[in-house]
């Protein structure tokens, strides 16, 4: 009798060690955004932006577009950083109410060059890439995602409508696709016997 038990008290042990183990690996792949800012920027309109680790080295920053508690605009990247980077602060352009509603979003410490774009009454985003696919069940087939110059082109014509809302304002746009490094705020040394 103990030699029918040792098998599956073996089979047992080794079961327990074992799922934790695999599903321990399962969930560290897909790692939770963390949320870095939520921008009030109208009335009932929220831009969240957050952060989550794409390499070893490296941060991928994306933000999300809610209008009305709906959410119009989902996961869309827009820059990295280092990894080991200070998490960054954001300023926003948004007009008065009667220039639209067009929304700038710039890095603190870049505060005139914009990096995320949303007009509210357009639905249009930048750098937004919208995807398509050929059949309703997005789950089965890899997207077709838009091409570079539609994002570009798009970005050029809301970031001239951001202008002509803001005239006095000195405004310039990240145009850099691909990674689109973000800028990283700089350290000032401290010098020696000064607190």
Do not use: C, W
């Not at 060690?17 to 009932?44: C, H, N, Q, Y």
């Amino acid at each position: 009798m103990k030699a029918k038990l040792t098998p599956v008290v073996i089979f047992v042990l080794i079961a327990v060690m074992a799922v934790p183990l695999f599903t321990g690996l399962i969930s560290s792949r897909k790692i939770d955004p963390i949320e870095l800012a939520s921008l009030d920027v109208g009335p009932g309109r929220v831009i969240r932006i957050t952060v989550e680790q794409n390499s070893q080295q490296t941060l991928s920053l994306h933000y999300y577009v809610e209008a009305d508690g709906q959410t119009v605009i989902d996961h869309a990247f827009f820059g990295t950083l280092p990894r080991t980077a200070t998490p960054p602060s954001f300023v926003v352009y948004a007009p008065a109410s009667g220039s639209g509603g067009i929304v700038g979003i710039a890095q603190a410490v870049v505060p005139n060059r914009i990096v995320i774009l949303h007009d509210f009454d357009s639905g249009e985003s930048y750098p937004y890439r919208d995807a398509t696919y050929k059949d309703t069940d997005p789950e089965h087939l890899y997207p077709y995602y838009e091409e570079q110059d539609a994002i570009e082109a798009r970005g050029e014509a809301l970031f001239m409508r951001l202008q002509e809302a803001l005239p006095d304002t000195e405004l310039d746009l990240l145009r850099t696709m691909g990674l689109r490094p973000l800028a990283l705020p700089e350290v000032q040394p401290v010098a020696e016997g000064a607190e």
